[in-house]
């Protein structure tokens, strides 16, 4: 019964330490780019853990700390959020287009 216990708690280190890995490869490669401030995430969820009811607010709270632009993952999917006018007004002017492109998605 002891040795099945063994091997359970070795699996799960083993598991958990290869999704920590992949995660950290994950984003490695795509830390290349130039990103803005984001607070710490958690692998798998993210940063969804930070969004509390009412959403406005607790966006509004990550602005205050991190700046006007910050970058969120929910998941593994990367979000920008704007929360000044002056670069709202950029970004929907200037870099229109870059902006208008949705997502590629695995399953589009």
Not at 15 to 27: A, N, P, T, V
Not at 86 to 108: Q, W, Y
Request: proline fraction near 7%; include cysteine.
């Amino acid at each position: 019964m002891e040795e099945q216990g063994l091997i359970f708690c070795s699996a799960l280190i083993i598991f958990f330490s290869s999704l920590f890995l992949i995660s950290k490869l994950h984003f490695k490669s795509k830390s290349s780019h130039l990103k803005p401030p984001s607070p710490p995430s958690i692998p798998i969820i993210g940063h969804l853990y930070l969004l509390k009811k009412p959403l406005h607010r607790s966006l509004s709270a990550l602005s205050h700390r991190y700046g006007p632009i910050l970058s969120l993952l929910f998941g593994f999917r990367s979000v920008l959020v704007i929360s000044s006018l002056a670069l709202v007004e950029e970004c929907f002017t200037k870099n229109d287009i870059v902006f208008s492109n949705r997502p590629h998605l695995l399953a589009g």
